[in-house]
């Protein structure tokens, strides 16, 4: 035991110790704590024979080696008896070290026990630089693969060091066979070729291989100077030649079969020959064998003949190797059959097939069709849930492409994309806080909720007068509360059907995006996303307007890090995000939000602050486009509060600020078609903030008009008279003559005087030849003249839209939105006319649009109910108005009341003033009752009852109005959709009393029956009602039949009987009031006369079907009819044997009660008496209900019906004796 010391002891006893140490070790009585065994050995040790099996089976590695029947290693034993000791340790220098002779078998198996030394760390002096220009990386980022030599077989070296060797074999001679009987012997490293390309004859040979003889002989550089002495002396030409035919014979050379194929050496021939052979054997007879040629089977290597010669592959798992398969030709598809759509990476939609390339390779992937570019929508929703970051960040961002392009409208009728699954998708993406997923997830529900189309449409409008107005894109909700009413809670699923925006809503997003513009503060992208979301949750509706206004945090979060207080003489930089910036993202939804409501506007003043900050930004000097959009941005806000009365006061602080501005752009600002689009908005959105606070009549502005009128003046003439001279134009500088023009009109109506400078600049642009190009666009850029349908706009059922583009169209929008498109400004201008009382310039005004109202007279109105269409329905509006007011002459009466009478039901339900001054001024007019339209009349004499209708017109439009219900009360610039979308009259509104009272009778009475004096003089008030409403109808139905029919004709006529024939049910005897019946019966008439049109099968307009109402109306019919003549003319109308037989089975089968009632004279017929008779009845139950009609005293002798039942029955019966 060696002893250690211990406290006390001194330096004499650590000496004594070591002495004994030291004594003790030379004895050998120690043994060291780590042992050290030897595994090598100079000569071969054998393991001791403990039991014959002990042996150890050598791997698959070893055998290849060929050490199979070697003498193996035995494990050295480590015992008391027999070991191995290290003795001292002494320092080796490295530079002697010898390499000790170890036996090939070691390196295999064992490691070598090499000691490691460290001395000191020298820096190294380099001379000379070492050129580490290595090899570039290939474009696939892996190393080309190469081929394996089937020649070289398993040896004493493996085959990868044989390949290695053979490759990077030293530059010597290697012997090449040839075609001749002599072998010459080629240098790898001067590149000769194997035979002569130039020559071709029997001797080509022999002179190549003395050539090669003799360039063997030269050195690399002798080679080099003779071929440039050669390239000196010979013609040019004559060197081109012989290139081009040494390029043809090498490319030849190359596509020939056997052309460059190297043959196997001598040893291995026997081998190559074998597995030909048995390739040969394995294959079908007629199969060509392709295994010579390896690059058929680059990507399909399980399919190659070779595959099971191939080193390590005699037990092939395919299973495994299913993704290493080469993509398949692609299958031929009929293109009439649908199939999976596939997208790539930036969400557009690929073909069936396409090449594969190195462009395109990226979107192969071994999936369901792996033969198929891109990723299914069934595969992107399964990645964006993966494990996998960057497979999420794909996922996301090419759904967020599918969207943008679905959006466009890029895939309408081509792909039905699943809204309600992708809001699901993107939403949950929305959870994660991770910026990398939340920017794709963020911006795929943009594209998903945000049309940035239709926004990019609005924003044009600014500086226009609509553009003061916005949509409420609210869906409807009646089919949500129907399904709330059945079942106790509507699923999230069920509702995202219905309305996206709502089940948006239940999803607490308001929370979501707080927290991520607060405490993720993600990068600008990110934060715009977020904004542009919640501005178009602004435009779904007040009420979500309000849960945006009154979401506190979020509302904060907003305004202090978007909207701050500061200048805004910057360049725009996706750093100024959460740097004290503002964002203009955030202040466009402040404007949104202004425009909704009086409330909500009052809010963002008074307890978000909001005044202070646009004040700053709008009172800050700018030097950039972003600084005047955020400007443009805050003018606008400041007009919409101005609509509410919001913020007077903090606008009449702003006035001397406006007044400069507004002398610049006077001063600076043009609208020739090379300035700036920008400064003309910005320059017009001044002057609409001028109009809106010149409009504000209860306040005291004499200073302030002291000031702007003359600069409204003198940019209005400096403006007009550029726009006379100018000879192209576009709309967008066109704004800001319609802001001019406005504020003109808001000054004609306060100061209610003529302004001589804006008569005469209206004089000189209306013979200008600017104002002529201006209205040779005019048809062209006409929605109502269009003749697009809502079928070809891009439309959802559950997100609403405005439906701004056209993908089909060459400008991709609507008409009106077209860069030339003059409406806007033509609006604007005629509204101002309206107020000129100059007649002379009225007339030549109305003059230069006569080609437009010749067309629109002719030609049905399209996508009335589109929001954009508004601008040219005033327009119109305002031509009409305009025509009221001027003496119009008599040729041209019959236009302008055409023009009238469609606009009435082109107009929407908010329209009801323009709809009240069209009623009172043109429709029920007399004065626009042309002579010639009066002629039409004579027919009818005064004993008909007629020669009223002219008198009563007053009773008729009082009837009209009373149904319409012209009592509406304005509720501002945000005009809701059913107020935008619906029309306020129908198409066929010459109708609507008549449908109105139809409707009534049908509802159930649930009132109490009502005895005595009052209740007998209410029902004959309301049965004097009826009647007047019924005869008012009659009268102005008959009048535009007969004066009007043009007006009519998109009507169809079937649609139009069935209007008639709902006066039969409206009452039970109203229609045998003598007055009534002669209307009835003139209107019957004059239908009759088109019976050709007659179609009872198809679709009608306002009912469901008529088989539902034919049957209504026989009920009524056997109920009621007295045998009126005119209520049997009408069912007898789809009894002709033109029409579908089961009418007439309905009629003599189950209601035969009908017949004995049903006739009226030949004269009242709609068809001739033979349409009844011919072709004669072939079917038998038809045949057999008029027997029984007529055996059972049914029907009357004599009667039309019993007319029409024997002639069939007689006909029949001769039929039947013939055969």
Same mark, same amino acid.
């Given at each position: ?18 002495? =004994? ?169 001067? &590149? ?10 029997? !001797? ?63 040893? &291995?021939?026997?081998?190559? %020959? =074998? ?41 092939? =798992? ?17 293109? !009439? ?17 396409? =090449? ?11 999936? !369901? ?127 995202? !059907? ?14 979501? $995006? ?34 945006? %206004? ?67 930004? %709008? ?140 008569? @005469? ?76 009382? @100059? ?42 108005? $305009? ?56 027919? $009818? ?74 209740? #007998? ?50 009452? &039970? ?20 006369? #088109? ?25 009524q019919f056997q109920s009621v009819s007295y045998g009126d003549y005119v209520f049997a003319a009408c069912v007898l109308v789809p009894l002709a044997q033109r029409h579908n037989i089961k009418w007439r089975k309905l009629l003599w089968s189950e209601y035969a009660g009908c017949l004995r009632a049903l006739d009226c004279p030949e004269a009242m017929l709609c068809y001739e008496i033979n349409d009844y008779f011919y072709p004669e009845e072939t079917d038998e139950s038809l045949i057999r209900s008029y027997s029984q009609a007529l055996s059972g005293n049914l029907l009357r002798p004599n009667t039309i019906s019993y007319r029409?039942?024997?002639?069939? %029955? ?10």
């Open positions: 035991m060696i002893k250690r010391p211990k406290p006390g002891e001194d330096e004499d006893d650590l000496l004594r110790m070591q002495e =004994e140490f030291l004594r003790e070790k030379s004895k050998n009585n120690y043994q060291p704590a780590a042992q050290v065994t030897n595994l090598r050995r100079s000569e071969p040790t054998k393991r001791p024979n403990t039991s014959d099996s002990a042996t150890r089976k050598p791997s698959k590695y070893a055998q290849s080696k060929g050490l199979k029947n070697q003498e193996k290693r035995m494990k050295t034993e480590v015992g008391s008896s027999r070991r191995s000791l290290v003795g001292d340790i002494f320092e080796k220098n490295a530079q002697e070290q010898t390499p000790s002779q170890e036996n090939e078998d070691d390196n295999v198996y064992y490691p070598k026990i090499i000691p490691k030394l460290l001395g000191d760390i020298v820096e190294k002096n380099v001379d000379r630089f070492e050129d580490l220009n290595v090899t570039k990386m290939p474009l696939q980022g892996f190393p080309v693969a190469t081929k394996r030599d089937l020649n070289i077989a398993p040896g004493k070296k493996s085959i990868q060091s044989q390949e290695f060797e053979k490759k990077h074999k030293k530059p010597g001679e290697m012997e090449v066979d040839e075609a001749g009987s002599s072998n010459v012997k080629i240098s790898n490293y001067k &590149n000769l070729p194997t035979k002569s390309y130039i020559l071709s004859s029997n !001797e080509a040979n022999d002179i190549h291989n003395e050539n090669i003889k003799l360039l063997n002989t030269m050195s690399e550089n002798e080679i080099l100077e003779e071929q440039q002495k050669l390239l000196c002396s010979l013609d040019p030409k004559l060197i081109e030649f012989i290139k081009a035919k040494r390029k043809l014979s090498a490319t030849e050379t190359k596509s020939a079969p056997s052309s460059g194929k190297r043959l196997p050496d001598t040893d &291995n021939f026997k081998q190559y %020959v =074998e597995n030909k052979m048995d390739i040969s054997e394995s294959m079908d007879p007629g199969q060509t064998s392709t295994y010579d040629n390896d690059s058929l089977w680059e990507n399909d290597v399980l399919s190659h003949p070779l595959v099971n010669k191939w080193l390590h592959f005699e037990s092939l =798992e395919k299973d495994k190797l299913e993704w290493m398969k080469g993509i398949e030709e692609s299958k031929k598809i009929n293109t !009439e059959e649908p199939y999976e759509a596939r997208f790539d990476f930036k969400g557009y939609l690929l073909p069936y097939t396409m =090449e594969y390339t190195e462009n395109t390779k990226t979107l192969f992937h071994h999936g !369901e069709e792996p033969h198929r570019p891109g990723y299914s929508l069934t595969e992107l929703f399964e990645l964006s849930r993966s494990t996998i970051t960057q497979q999420r960040v794909m996922a996301l961002n090419t759904l967020a492409g599918v969207l943008e392009y679905y959006s466009a409208g890029t895939y309408k009728d081509v792909l039905e994309i699943p809204l309600s699954k992708f809001f699901f998708v993107i939403r949950i993406a929305m959870d994660e806080n991770k910026t990398i997923i939340l920017e794709p997830a963020l911006k795929a529900m943009r594209n998903l909720l945000y049309n940035r189309i239709d926004e990019a449409c609005l924003d044009a409008l600014l500086g226009f007068e609509e553009g003061t107005k916005q949509p409420c894109l609210e869906n409807d909700k009646s089919e949500i509360k129907e399904l709330e009413s059945k079942e106790s809670e509507l699923k999230d699923f069920h509702l995202a !059907e219905i309305d996206i925006i709502a089940a948006l809503l239940r999803t607490d997003i308001l929370q979501r $995006l707080y927290y991520i513009l607060e405490t993720v503060q993600p990068s600008f992208n990110c934060v715009q996303y977020a904004l542009q979301i919640l501005t178009r949750l602004a435009r779904d509706s007040v009420e979500t307007t309000m849960k945006i %206004v009154q979401a506190e945090n979020l509302m904060q979060t907003i305004i202090k890090c978007f909207v701050p207080i500061t200048s805004i003489n910057f360049a725009f930089n996706p750093q100024i995000v959460y740097n004290g910036k503002p964002v203009l993202a955030a202040i466009k939804l402040l404007r949104i939000l202004s425009l909704q409501s009086q409330e909500i506007g009052h809010l963002l003043v008074t307890k978000y602050n909001i005044l202070k900050a646009i004040s700053e930004y %709008v009172s800050s000097g700018v030097d950039g486009t972003y600084g005047l959009r955020i400007q443009i941005e805050a003018f606008c806000i400041l007009s919409n509060l101005l609509n509410f009365g919001v913020g007077l006061e903090n606008a009449l602080s702003l006035s001397p600020i406006v007044g400069t501005c507004l002398h610049k752009h006077v001063q600076g600002t043009d609208i020739f078609i090379n300035s700036s689009v920008i400064s003309a908005t910005h320059c017009a959105v001044i002057l609409q903030f001028v109009n809106k606070l010149l409009s504000c009549d209860w306040i005291n502005l004499h200073n302030y008009k002291q000031v702007v009128y003359p600069l409204i003046k003198e940019g209005t003439q400096k403006w007009m008279a550029q726009l006379a001279q100018s000879e192209n134009y576009t709309c967008a500088h066109l704004r800001l003559m319609c802001a001019a023009l406005d504020c003109c009109k808001t000054m004609l109506l306060a100061e209610k005087m003529q302004m001589k400078f804006l008569n @005469d600049s209206l004089k000189n642009l209306v013979t200008s030849r600017g104002y002529k190009e201006i209205t040779k666009n005019l048809t062209t850029s006409s929605n109502l003249l269009s003749g697009i349908e809502n079928k070809d706009l891009h439309l959802v059922k559950n997100l609403m839209s405005l439906a701004g583009s056209v993908i089909d169209s060459a400008q991709k929008v609507l008409p009106l939105l077209s860069v030339l498109s003059p409406i806007p400004f033509l609006a604007s201008l005629f509204n101002l006319l309206t107020l000129v009382t @100059d007649k002379d310039i009225a007339t030549s005004f109305l003059e230069s649009i006569s080609t437009y109202l010749n067309i629109l007279m002719k030609k049905s109105p399209s996508i009335c109910d589109n929001w954009f269409t508004r601008i040219e329905t005033d327009f119109v509006f305002a031509i009409v108005k $305009l025509s009221v007011q001027n003496e119009i002459p008599e040729s041209k009466k019959d236009l302008f009341y055409t023009v009238a009478s469609k606009l009435c039901y082109i107009l929407r339900i908010d329209k009801i003033y323009e709809l009240d001054y069209l009623f009172n001024n043109v429709v029920f007019n007399k004065q626009w009752f042309t002579a010639e339209r009066l002629l039409n009349l004579v027919s $009818l004499s005064d004993a008909d009852g007629f020669s009223k209708a002219l008198t009563s017109i007053e009773d008729i439009k009082i009837c009209y109005s009373m149904v319409v219900n012209l009592n509406y009360k304005n509720t501002g610039p945000n005009v809701v959709l059913r107020k935008w979308q619906e029309p306020i009259l129908p198409r066929d509104w010459i109708y609507l009393p008549i449908l109105s009272l139809y409707s009534r009778s049908q509802e159930v009475d649930s009132t109490p029956t009502v005895v005595g004096d009052h209740a #007998k003089r209410v029902a004959a008030q309301n049965t004097a009602e009826k009647e007047f409403i019924v005869t008012c109808s009659l009268e102005w139905i008959l009048f535009n039949e007969l004066c009007f029919p043009d007006l009519l004709n998109d009507i169809e006529i079937t649609d139009r009987l069935c209007r008639i024939m709902c006066v039969f049910l409206c009452d &039970n005897s109203l229609f045998l009031d003598k007055k009534i019946k002669l209307l009835l019966q003139k209107c019957t008439q004059i239908l009759f006369k #088109k019976n050709n049109a007659f179609n009872f099968d198809k679709p009608l307009v306002g009912l469901n079907n008529f088989q539902d109402f034919y049957t209504q109306f026989l009920e029409i039942a024997s002639h069939h %029955v007689e006909a029949f019966k001769k039929q039947i004796n013939k055969i």
